[in-house]
């Protein structure tokens, strides 16, 4: 069976919600084991996408360029884990497509969508005006918030002043915190890298998400790290307007931006989005509709 039938049936199993997607024709009556023979016969031919006539990169697959950040996105093998993983393979599911990874760095990934590499990729990538003229967004995944991590339990803009503080290449708040910080912020290529200096004293506090810092703290413990989402300030925009994460997808196919959104639509009225949010600690809230911003 392909995998994403197994998938989705498993899907529909845990969540009680009829999804637009693969089914079979088992009895009520059925024995599980005679239930399960008949799962296997499912062929692609029996699963009905969401989206007739949809274009990706390759027929049959979404390719995802994807690069490890936890908790948003993980490779594991040929899949996709983290919150935005599980998110994307619910969308192939509901379009019958396997996923396909496409390993990188992340400085590799917004240009993979825009070459035409890939269909989308995932990875806590906002919505920003800047993206938005070489790729297309799509509606909000996951609403993101700033936050400080230290053990001195640093809350505010304020307060980072002073300090060394620390951050990951490619957040949005880094060009605003060089402004308030000067030579005192340091950017990081990984977040493991990022942590270690926190936990080695090297740095005072890390500028993060919350879900992010609290996967990196249990690879690389900080006793007595807390964890604070300052008021807004002005100095730092991301602050004023919390980031709003997307699925990018190629100027060129704006059936596959249609498509994602309807799809997130579904999975949202469902309830997966805000089980699939829990599960990777988020808060339900994170996943609720929200009005799209540019950053």
Same mark, same amino acid.
């Given at each position: 069976?392909?995998?994403? *039938?197994?998938?989705?049936?498993?899907?529909l199993?845990?969540?009680?919600?009829?999804?637009?997607g693969?089914?079979t +024709?088992?009895? @009520?009556?059925?024995?599980?084991?005679a239930?399960a023979?008949?799962? &296997? &016969?499912?062929?692609t031919? +029996?699963?009905?996408? $969401?989206?007739?006539?949809?274009?990706?990169?390759e $027929?049959?697959?979404?390719?995802?360029?994807?690069?490890?950040?936890? @908790? #948003?996105?993980?490779?594991?093998g040929?899949?996709?884990?983290?919150?935005e993983?599980?998110?994307l393979?619910?969308i192939?599911?509901?379009?019958?497509? +396997?996923?396909?990874?496409q390993?990188?760095?992340?400085?590799?990934?917004?240009p993979?969508? &825009?070459?035409?590499?890939?269909?989308?990729t995932?990875?806590?990538?906002y919505?920003?005006?800047?993206r938005a003229?070489?790729?297309?967004?799509?509606?909000p %995944?996951?609403?993101?918030?700033?936050?400080?991590?230290?053990? $001195?339990?640093?809350?505010? %803009?304020?307060?980072?002043?002073? !300090?060394?503080?620390?951050s990951?290449?490619? #957040?949005?708040?880094?060009? +605003?915190? =060089?402004?308030?910080?000067?030579?005192?912020?340091?950017l990081?290529?990984?977040t493991?890298a990022?942590y270690?200096?926190?936990?080695?004293?090297?740095?005072?506090v890390?500028?993060?998400t919350?879900?992010?810092?609290?996967?990196a703290?249990?690879?690389?413990?900080?006793?007595?790290a807390?964890?604070k989402?300052p008021?807004?300030?002005?100095?730092v925009v991301?602050?004023?307007m919390p980031g709003?994460? !997307?699925?990018?997808?190629n100027?060129? !196919? @704006?059936g596959?931006?249609? $498509?994602?959104?309807?799809n997130?639509?579904?999975?949202? =009225?469902?309830g997966v989005l805000? &089980?699939?949010a829990?599960?990777?600690?988020?808060? @339900?809230? *994170?996943?609720?509709e929200?009005?799209?911003?540019l950053?």
């Amino acid at each position: 069976m392909p995998k994403h *039938a197994s998938r989705l049936v498993l899907l529909l199993a845990v969540t009680s919600f009829v999804l637009t997607g693969c089914a079979t +024709d088992a009895a @009520p009556e059925a024995t599980t084991e005679a239930a399960a023979t008949a799962t &296997e &016969e499912v062929t692609t031919e +029996d699963c009905v996408p $969401a989206h007739a006539d949809l274009t990706t990169v390759e $027929a049959g697959f979404l390719t995802v360029a994807a690069y490890e950040y936890p @908790p #948003f996105s993980a490779i594991d093998g040929d899949s996709l884990s983290g919150a935005e993983g599980e998110i994307l393979h619910a969308i192939a599911e509901l379009e019958c497509l +396997d996923v396909m990874v496409q390993p990188g760095t992340g400085a590799a990934m917004i240009p993979a969508i &825009e070459s035409g590499r890939a269909d989308t990729t995932l990875g806590s990538w906002y919505r920003t005006a800047a993206r938005a003229e070489i790729v297309l967004l799509s509606n909000p %995944v996951i609403i993101d918030q700033l936050t400080l991590i230290s053990v $001195a339990g640093v809350d505010s %803009v304020e307060g980072l002043i002073g !300090n060394k503080v620390g951050s990951t290449l490619g #957040f949005l708040w880094n060009e +605003d915190l =060089e402004n308030v910080l000067g030579k005192d912020l340091s950017l990081y290529e990984t977040t493991q890298a990022l942590y270690a200096d926190l936990a080695s004293g090297r740095i005072s506090v890390v500028v993060d998400t919350f879900p992010s810092g609290q996967a990196a703290l249990k690879n690389t413990p900080v006793e007595g790290a807390l964890f604070k989402v300052p008021a807004p300030d002005d100095r730092v925009v991301s602050t004023t307007m919390p980031g709003q994460t !997307n699925f990018p997808v190629n100027l060129n !196919n @704006p059936g596959l931006q249609e $498509a994602i959104n309807n799809n997130l639509d579904t999975l949202r =009225e469902s309830g997966v989005l805000a &089980e699939i949010a829990e599960k990777w600690g988020f808060s @339900p809230t *994170a996943v609720a509709e929200t009005v799209p911003n540019l950053l």
